[in-house]
């Protein structure tokens, strides 16, 4: 108020009242942009929530109905809550560490860590048929950006029931095809693991030209977005191998 009073008594055709109107404006301006923030961000953190549900429940499949619910919110909830029946946080070793919260944990801020250090996040899902899936979540880098997804994999621990990624900056066409459906479904049936031995690691490679027919672990690369199929094949190995000693504990 003491600027705006100051402001009615300065000459108007001064350099001085040019530059005190134009600061008062940025400090108006400033407040209601802060304001608008922190009345919006509840909903904003809601509908991150909402995306972050539907990414894990498209893993499964469980995903399909989201576009036409009339409540777009309650129905990915509900689902989720239905679906999502135990979520747990381990460390490299496969054990379980007490009271973390597996869905508020940032991937990115973990994979910066010394993997000894790291809180791994699962999400166990059992379907209407009984069956158990242990989804995975995945973070790694493209050409122009992060890419992250989820893969679930089969109560073996080895093969995958399926997968869903996506990505910030990947150009249309080229890179940005990891995120549809088609890429997507190769992985399904693909294993991590060589044969029926938990300990030998292998993951899954994205192959530029294609992988060989009925290869259990190849998948075929996207045409001319090179260094996102790779970017995703690491992305894969890396967060995957994390949870090797869990796999092997669980499976034991």
Not at 45 to 62: C, F, P, V, Y
Request: positive net charge.
């Amino acid at each position: 108020m003491n600027l705006l009073k100051k402001l009615k008594s300065m000459d108007r055709n001064g350099n001085a009242y040019t530059f005190m109107y134009a600061s008062v404006m940025v400090i108006i301006v400033a407040m209601l942009l802060a304001l608008a923030s922190t009345a919006l961000k509840p909903a904003q953190n809601k509908n991150i929530d909402t995306e972050k549900k539907i990414e894990i429940l498209r893993s499964i499949g469980m995903a399909d109905g989201v576009e036409k619910a009339s409540n777009r919110h309650k129905y990915v909830a509900d689902n989720f809550n239905r679906y999502i029946t135990n979520q747990l946080v381990v460390n490299y070793k496969g054990d379980t560490i007490s009271g973390a919260q597996a869905f508020i944990i940032d991937m990115k801020v973990e994979l910066a860590k010394p993997i000894e250090q790291r809180n791994l996040p699962i999400y166990v899902a059992t379907l209407d048929d009984g069956s158990i899936k242990y989804i995975i979540p995945l973070r790694g880098r493209g050409l122009w950006g992060p890419i992250w997804g989820y893969l679930a994999l089969n109560n073996d621990l080895n093969t995958i029931y399926g997968a869903t990624f996506a990505h910030q900056g990947e150009t249309p066409g080229l890179g940005a095809e990891i995120s549809t459906i088609e890429f997507q479904k190769q992985f399904k049936g693909k294993t991590i693991f060589e044969g029926d031995s938990i300990l030998t690691f292998t993951s899954v490679k994205v192959v530029k030209g294609g992988a060989i027919p009925n290869d259990p672990h190849g998948v075929d690369a996207i045409s001319g977005g090179t260094i996102t199929s790779k970017g995703l094949e690491s992305m894969l190995f890396d967060c995957l191998s994390a949870y090797q000693q869990y796999f092997e504990k669980l499976k034991n």
